[in-house]
């Protein structure tokens, strides 16, 4: 992320696109190189559902069109999908209207960090032969359960691929990081991948049953897609108005981890995820403590 901004954006003048709510390191990567941000949210109501190409969460493909023809000064567009912390993946079709639009003359990133919690024919990357504007990022710390070797891939067009390659640091990858790496992605090793995805997936349907139950304490419907490997769910007022609690929200958040060695990620400041917990999906053992934890407090607060 960084590396493409250093390599795409001029500091002091350009800009990059982001769609709130986002994964936060765009914006941090931007600063960080003296870039602009330009935010456009993705669509926040809930009427139409979660995702598909109008849904809640789902990309506003005219407004972020009207934003870089106003701002010429944009050369990258950041779109998370599946979305963290949506889990909503966004449509081929939207990104491909962003990849065609003649205005926009600077590239777009498809960060996949989750894809692999995805249908098969979700990703980017069947649409890397057909644009030299597009980006797509996945990482090995996600899916495959590597976040510690700190290995990410990026396919573009080779152009990019070189310039990229020019101006990373030389070499950034370490030997065993490597072996590691490839060994990650032997086919053997992609089929021991696939299948413990399919037991999270099996578990992330136990974490969202025993979430309805706990409806009756104060917790809302789970909102955003199911396209990752956590879901996200906003605690309402206790006194049963309905109406999502940002204070009770990160009572629990921080009593989870701070007394009960629970950790979950407090998203309620994120437009569109007001009183929001997000949960990782864990272990069948993990799901049972976060469920029963998050019960206890939600009864107490
Ligand atoms: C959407 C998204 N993109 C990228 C990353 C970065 O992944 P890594 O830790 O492998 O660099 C994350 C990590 O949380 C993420 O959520």
Redo the contacts with the bound molecule.
Sequence with gaps: ?DLLIRVCVAPGTEKILVTPP??G?YSVCAQVNDVGVVKVPLELSGDAGEGGEKGRFSLKVDEVKKAISADRSIKLVFL?SP??PTGTLISLSSIREILDYEDFKGVVIV?E??IDFADDKASAVSLIQEYSNLCV?Q????GFGL?AI???IAFAHPALVQILMNTKAPYNISTPTAALALSALSPSAIDLMRQKIATLVKGRGQLLEGLQELRALGLGAPIGGNDANFVLVPVLEKSGSGKPDNTRAQRIYKTLAEQEGVVVRYRGGEPGCAGCLRITVGSEDEIKVVLKKLGELLESM
């Design positions: 992320i986002t994964y390191m998370c979305g963290n960060d960090a989750y990022t990482t090995l710390s996600k976040a700190r290995v990410g």
